[in-house]
Nanobody, 117 residues
Framework: QVQLVESGGGLVQPGGSLRLSCAAS????????MSWYRRPPGKEREFVAT????????NYADAVKGRFTISRDNGKNVLYLQMNNVKPEDTAVYYC??????????WGQGTQVTVSS
């Protein structure tokens, strides 16, 4: 079955960096577009970034553009999110997301990122 397992979250100071990973299994990762979403405390889940199956196209939310980079390793079935110059408003649970070819949504369990001094 499809599994998406995030890791790499934690406590980071403002201006610092963090890299999130999402290990994928149970589907053909190399032909699937992948995305990151996040849920800030007390708010709805929101889009962060997406990458095409072969990483030739990316798209970012305005709030993270220029600071975050989404990437993938199709040989290892891993999705990444490099977070630089983080801000307190980046505090959230970060989720890995994939929509299958038949339109079913899959989410990881999430990883907590806290930006605080």
């Amino acid at each position: 079955q499809v599994q998406l397992v995030e890791s790499g979250g934690g406590l980071v100071q403002p201006g610092g960096s963090l890299r999130l990973s999402c290990a994928a299994s149970g589907f053909t990762f190399s032909i699937s577009a992948m995305s990151w979403y996040r849920r800030p405390p007390g708010k709805e889940r929101e889009f962060v970034a997406t990458v095409s199956s072969v990483a030739d196209r990316t798209n970012y939310a305005d709030a993270v553009k220029g600071r975050f980079t989404i990437s993938r390793d199709n040989g290892k079935n891993v999705l990444y999110l490099q977070m630089n110059n983080v801000k307190p408003e980046d505090t959230a649970v970060y989720y890995c997301y994939m929509r299958s070819r038949v339109g079913r949504d899959y989410w990881g369990q999430g990883t907590q990122v806290t930006v605080s001094s």
